[in-house]
């Protein structure tokens, strides 16, 4: 208890801002996550924002999720608004005080009417309508979302059954959210759902609008929406000159920020996500085209998503580098890891977290890292060629992802382009290195990546009940068909399963349609028995990700009675008790050849061990260790996988590095050195002679667990066999 009295009164985490694109922002609002140790609050009465100058600012917190054994805070969110000169960074520190807090200089007045919610900033009154047009604002009126598929242009004001509720309502911040279709003018025929936010501020003339649509139509997964146009249409009050810009593709990379009739218009990701168009028309009427009618048309497949943020600037400033590049407030590494432990075994690269022996090979680590991440970046640019068309990473429904290959055979059944689908969660590698070190280029390329998985490696309706939030297959053929034979399908296991970057986005951004899409997902696991081990062991891995994480953030016990009842199948497994594996599991189809272990592909032990390993910590369950070990132990007796002599791994030794933190966990659990001493020779070879790569997918899994073997090498850990 004293403990934790001093440190609730040594509370001081510094938290940095950091202004990247060369435009100052002044009184920006700011949304963002932060950590806390175990046992430090049960609310946040007594927390306090400060800046530079030790001044308290207005700021709202609010709970986000609790440490799931003792209920104390686990992460905030916190909203205030926050200043940065150009290209600088600016400081502020979260404490905790009993001293009240300051008064915000400005609050929202919101005012509920007969289908409508009137919100009032104080600069800027505006209307958000339940049924109808979206909003109508001083300059701008009758704002509307027109869709064209084929010869119809479908509209979200048609649509007689949406709905508008206040999501979230601070005294300086307010969601709307507004859910529905894009329908005709018989307002029963649709096309696309979709979930519409409008966020605003106090004091502030603007309005952040995040779109999606939705797919749930059709009975089969191989039924599509044709996208024939997609526009935000809204009517100026001021007349304006005509104005047609589109970006077909991705050059010219101008800024996504328009301004007609005293209003700013702004598209994040404006030339990441073409086409994109904006038009003024001679009748008064504005058009961003979020994919203009010129373009070439695009089917959107059932179960697709896409997202866009939107900014609506009603006074005519300019606020593109808002809305382009969010300011995060970012505590230190040290903070999200060896102080708070928020994130499990995971230690920051500094000097004082490993003995002076280890940390060198850390920065070749990390280096690795950088390096092969800067390769997959630098790849976006470069294109491909396909059937005599030019293509590149870029456009509305690629960014984010990378391509995995090119099949241009059309004799084949699985020809076209594979995408990678963000496979092996590609994004929540990059988050484990930011939170680990601080780099920003890795938070911007996760963030990326993030929103491509939650809208497209994410199916958000499947045809068979229970399946809806299943994963892409990975690599996927066009994005949408399995690679192996061209079949509509999302995934019939959980080989594929990624949802853990959603979560972190979540909790670092407080982005709302990430958490969305992070329950749908994870409620799919718990729903649709993926785990089949006999053909793809890295399933075990995946579900516990998915299902610790989901009961960390959300704590709903259904996702701790899955992580359970997977531990129990593994184990039936191992002992080969067939009878409890048909009580368990009717998918599950047992092999004597694999008694003790898991299946005959030792690279993907690494993913399975190191989920089992979470989930031994977590579980109280101390059987399985022992298990662990057994199923170590059937890969080094195995000649077809593992050399001896050689110390090496025969099947895919690239991968050997995946699995170096499971190995040192069951080193720390058996007292036995010898797993840790392979897993640390595997570490040291890689780390030296493997080259970087530029392939997303080896990314993923050459980096998703390896970072947590850096904790074995840190001074946090205490069971680390003598060297």
Same mark, same amino acid.
């Given at each position: 208890m004293f403990c934790l009295i001093a440190l609730a009164i040594a509370l001081d985490v510094p938290l940095t801002v950091v202004e990247t694109l060369g435009v100052a922002r002044e009184g920006e609002p700011v949304t963002f996550g932060v950590p806390l140790p175990k046992g430090l609050l049960r609310d946040t009465g007594q927390l306090r924002l400060v800046d530079a100058q030790g001044r308290t600012l207005p700021a709202d917190f609010r709970i986000v999720n609790k440490w799931w054994d003792d209920g104390s805070v686990q992460w905030v969110h916190a909203d205030f608004n926050a200043s940065v000169s150009a290209s600088s960074s600016a400081q502020y520190r979260l404490t905790l005080s009993d001293a009240p807090?300051?008064?915000?200089?400005?609050?929202?007045?919101?005012?509920?009417?007969?289908?409508?919610?009137?919100?009032?900033?104080?600069?800027?009154?505006?209307?958000?309508?339940?049924?109808?047009?979206?909003?109508?604002?001083?300059?701008?009126?009758?704002?509307?979302?027109?869709?064209?598929?084929?010869?119809?242009?479908?509209?979200?004001?048609?649509?007689?059954?949406?709905?508008?509720?206040?999501?979230?309502?601070?005294?300086?911040?307010?969601?709307?959210?507004?859910?529905?279709?894009?329908?005709?003018?018989?307002?029963?025929?649709?096309?696309?759902?979709?979930?519409?936010?409008?966020?605003?501020?106090?004091?502030?003339?603007?309005?952040?609008?995040?779109?999606?649509?939705?797919?749930?139509?059709?009975?089969?997964?191989?039924?599509?929406?044709?996208?024939?146009?997609?526009?935000?249409?809204?009517?100026?009050?001021?007349?304006?000159?005509?104005?047609?810009?589109?970006?077909?593709?991705?050059?010219?990379?101008?800024?996504?920020?328009?301004?007609?009739?005293?209003?700013?218009?702004?598209?994040?990701?404006?030339?990441?996500?073409?086409?994109?168009?904006?038009?003024? !028309?001679?009748? $008064?009427?504005?058009?961003?085209? /979020?994919? @203009?009618?010129?373009? +070439? #048309?695009?089917?959107?497949?059932?179960?697709?998503?896409?997202?866009?943020?939107?900014?609506?600037?009603?006074?005519?400033?300019?606020?593109?580098?808002?809305?382009?590049?969010?300011?995060?407030?970012?505590?230190?590494?040290?903070?999200?890891?060896?102080?708070?432990?928020?994130?499990?075994?995971?230690?920051?690269?500094?000097?004082?977290?490993?003995?002076?022996?280890?940390?060198?090979?850390?920065?070749?680590?990390?280096?690795?890292?950088?390096?092969?991440?800067?390769?997959?970046?630098?790849?976006?640019?470069?294109?491909?060629?396909?059937?005599?068309?030019?293509?590149?990473?870029?456009?509305? !429904?690629?960014? $984010?992802?990378?391509?995995?290959? /090119?099949? @241009?055979?059309?004799? +084949? #059944?699985d020809y076209g382009v594979h995408w990678e689908t963000e496979y092996y969660d590609f994004p929540h590698a990059l988050f484990l290195h930011f939170f680990r070190t601080g780099d920003r280029v890795s938070f911007r390329t996760a963030v990326e990546a993030a929103a491509h998985l939650a809208d497209v490696d994410i199916s958000h309706s499947e045809d068979r009940p229970g399946r809806d939030g299943a994963p892409r297959t990975g690599p996927g053929l066009n994005h949408w068909t399995r690679y192996s034979n061209g079949v509509f399908i999302s995934s019939t296991s959980w080989a594929f399963y990624k949802n853990e970057s959603l979560f972190d986005r979540w909790l670092l951004t407080g982005d709302l349609w990430s958490r969305d899409v992070a329950r749908l997902s994870a409620d799919f696991g718990v729903t649709y028995d993926g785990l089949d081990l006999q053909s793809n062991t890295r399933s075990i891995g995946h579900g516990m990700f998915a299902m610790l994480k989901a009961y960390e953030v959300f704590g709903d016990r259904k996702y701790l009675d899955r992580a359970n009842w997977i531990v129990d199948c593994v184990h039936a497994w191992q002992d080969g008790n067939v009878a409890r594996l048909k009580e368990l599991s009717s998918r599950i189809v047992w092999s004597p050849e694999f008694a003790g272990g898991y299946s005959h592909q030792s690279w993907m032990y690494g993913i399975a061990l190191e989920g089992m390993a979470q989930g031994s910590l977590t579980l109280n369950r101390p059987e399985m260790p022992s298990f662990l070990k057994r199923a170590a132990d059937w890969v080094f007796a195995n000649p077809k996988e593992w050399n001896p002599e050689q110390r090496k791994f025969l099947n895919a030794p690239v991968h050997g590095v995946m699995l170096t933190p499971g190995l040192a966990y069951i080193a720390e659990t058996s007292g036995d050195r010898k797993y840790f001493d392979i897993a640390l020779e595997h570490f040291q070879r890689q780390v030296a002679n493997e080259p970087p790569t530029n392939r997303l997918k080896l990314f993923a899994q050459l980096f998703r667990n390896s970072q947590r073997f850096l904790w074995y090498l840190s001074t946090e850990t205490t069971s680390r066999p003598s060297e």
């Amino acid at each position: 208890m004293f403990c934790l009295i001093a440190l609730a009164i040594a509370l001081d985490v510094p938290l940095t801002v950091v202004e990247t694109l060369g435009v100052a922002r002044e009184g920006e609002p700011v949304t963002f996550g932060v950590p806390l140790p175990k046992g430090l609050l049960r609310d946040t009465g007594q927390l306090r924002l400060v800046d530079a100058q030790g001044r308290t600012l207005p700021a709202d917190f609010r709970i986000v999720n609790k440490w799931w054994d003792d209920g104390s805070v686990q992460w905030v969110h916190a909203d205030f608004n926050a200043s940065v000169s150009a290209s600088s960074s600016a400081q502020y520190r979260l404490t905790l005080s009993d001293a009240p807090p300051p008064s915000p200089t400005s609050t929202l007045r919101v005012e509920r009417q007969d289908g409508a919610i009137k919100v009032n900033t104080g600069p800027l009154e505006f209307t958000a309508h339940a049924r109808g047009h979206l909003l109508d604002g001083p300059g701008l009126s009758q704002v509307d979302v027109h869709l064209r598929s084929d010869e119809r242009v479908y509209k979200l004001s048609n649509w007689a059954r949406s709905e508008l509720v206040i999501e979230e309502q601070t005294p300086t911040k307010i969601i709307l959210k507004r859910t529905g279709a894009h329908a005709w003018v018989d307002k029963e025929d649709k096309a696309l759902d979709y979930v519409v936010r409008i966020i605003a501020h106090a004091g502030r003339s603007q309005v952040k609008i995040v779109y999606s649509f939705v797919n749930r139509q059709g009975r089969e997964m191989s039924d599509f929406v044709r996208l024939d146009g997609l526009w935000l249409q809204g009517r100026l009050a001021q007349s304006a000159d005509a104005q047609h810009v589109e970006q077909l593709d991705a050059e010219p990379r101008r800024k996504g920020w328009f301004t007609a009739g005293n209003i700013g218009f702004g598209v994040r990701w404006w030339w990441q996500l073409y086409p994109k168009g904006f038009q003024v !028309l001679p009748n $008064g009427r504005v058009r961003l085209d /979020l994919f @203009p009618e010129t373009a +070439r #048309p695009q089917n959107i497949y059932k179960g697709v998503a896409k997202t866009h943020e939107l900014l609506l600037s009603f006074d005519n400033s300019n606020h593109w580098a808002e809305l382009e590049e969010p300011l995060l407030p970012a505590a230190p590494p040290k903070w999200y890891t060896r102080d708070t432990k928020a994130l499990g075994r995971l230690t920051d690269t500094a000097p004082d977290a490993y003995p002076p022996q280890h940390y060198p090979l850390v920065q070749r680590y990390d280096q690795w890292l950088t390096t092969s991440r800067d390769a997959v970046l630098a790849k976006r640019d470069k294109g491909f060629e396909f059937q005599g068309r030019k293509f590149d990473e870029y456009g509305m !429904l690629n960014f $984010g992802d990378a391509m995995h290959k /090119l099949i @241009p055979n059309d004799s +084949r #059944p699985d020809y076209g382009v594979h995408w990678e689908t963000e496979y092996y969660d590609f994004p929540h590698a990059l988050f484990l290195h930011f939170f680990r070190t601080g780099d920003r280029v890795s938070f911007r390329t996760a963030v990326e990546a993030a929103a491509h998985l939650a809208d497209v490696d994410i199916s958000h309706s499947e045809d068979r009940p229970g399946r809806d939030g299943a994963p892409r297959t990975g690599p996927g053929l066009n994005h949408w068909t399995r690679y192996s034979n061209g079949v509509f399908i999302s995934s019939t296991s959980w080989a594929f399963y990624k949802n853990e970057s959603l979560f972190d986005r979540w909790l670092l951004t407080g982005d709302l349609w990430s958490r969305d899409v992070a329950r749908l997902s994870a409620d799919f696991g718990v729903t649709y028995d993926g785990l089949d081990l006999q053909s793809n062991t890295r399933s075990i891995g995946h579900g516990m990700f998915a299902m610790l994480k989901a009961y960390e953030v959300f704590g709903d016990r259904k996702y701790l009675d899955r992580a359970n009842w997977i531990v129990d199948c593994v184990h039936a497994w191992q002992d080969g008790n067939v009878a409890r594996l048909k009580e368990l599991s009717s998918r599950i189809v047992w092999s004597p050849e694999f008694a003790g272990g898991y299946s005959h592909q030792s690279w993907m032990y690494g993913i399975a061990l190191e989920g089992m390993a979470q989930g031994s910590l977590t579980l109280n369950r101390p059987e399985m260790p022992s298990f662990l070990k057994r199923a170590a132990d059937w890969v080094f007796a195995n000649p077809k996988e593992w050399n001896p002599e050689q110390r090496k791994f025969l099947n895919a030794p690239v991968h050997g590095v995946m699995l170096t933190p499971g190995l040192a966990y069951i080193a720390e659990t058996s007292g036995d050195r010898k797993y840790f001493d392979i897993a640390l020779e595997h570490f040291q070879r890689q780390v030296a002679n493997e080259p970087p790569t530029n392939r997303l997918k080896l990314f993923a899994q050459l980096f998703r667990n390896s970072q947590r073997f850096l904790w074995y090498l840190s001074t946090e850990t205490t069971s680390r066999p003598s060297e």
